[in-house]
Nanobody, 114 residues
Framework: QVQLVESGGGQVQAGERLTLSCILS????????VGWYRQAAGNHRDFVAE???????DYTDHVKGRFTISRDNAKNTVYLQMNSLKPEDTGVYYC????????WGQGTQVTVSS
């Protein structure tokens, strides 16, 4: 049974920072890609960042240089450090294991006010 539990969301002002955490449990967690996706109200769930088991990372263009994804395999945890937050970063952030057809957490709300 694969389980993903996100935490760390909140309400901040533009320019501030937040760190999201995703604790993973179950099979495949050490071998599959883990990603973060954002869903703004009424919109699709959009890709934000991902990290592969070999440490490679990928980001959507509008967060490059501001967000950092990292992975602590000993703690089965993936982090998303979000700096210089903007109002357009607002949304529910979901942790994902194995791509869009894989497993999802319940999401954590991030609200950035101007």
């Amino acid at each position: 049974q694969v389980q993903l539990v996100e935490s760390g969301g909140g309400q901040v002002q533009a320019g501030e920072r937040l760190t999201l955490s995703c604790i993973l449990s179950g099979s495949f967690i050490s071998t599959a890609v883990v990603g973060w996706y954002r869903q703004a109200a009424g919109n699709h769930r959009d890709f934000v960042a991902e990290i592969f088991n070999d440490g490679r990372t990928d980001y959507t263009d509008h967060v490059k240089g501001r967000f950092t994804i990292s992975r602590d395999n000993a703690k089965n945890t993936v982090y998303l450090q979000m700096n210089s937050l903007k109002p357009e970063d607002t949304g529910v952030y979901y942790c994902n294991l194995g791509g869009r057809a894989g497993f999802w957490g319940q999401g954590t709300q991030v609200t950035v006010s101007s």
